[in-house]
């Protein structure tokens, strides 16, 4: 995600949103990415996309 050059100034590889997204519980997400303990999740009703901490999910059936 984040690079740096030959004079060790930092750069961003790719595009990243710091979005977090309300989920309720027993709300069916869509996952995408992991990094550093979040995912970044699609709601399966359209409601939003963003973040979720991945300590508060689990797999569905």
């Known amino acids: 995600?984040?690079?740096r050059d030959a004079?060790?100034?930092?750069?961003?590889?790719e595009d990243y949103c710091a979005r977090e997204l309300d989920v309720d519980v027993g709300q069916v997400l869509d996952g995408d990415r992991i990094m550093n303990g979040w995912v970044w999740?699609?709601?399966?009703d359209g409601r939003g996309s963003g973040w979720v901490p991945l300590r508060v999910l689990r797999e569905g059936p």
């Open 1 to 3: 995600m984040i690079g």
């Open 41 to 44: 999740s699609e709601a399966a």
């Open 7 to 13: 004079h060790q100034r930092a750069f961003a590889r």
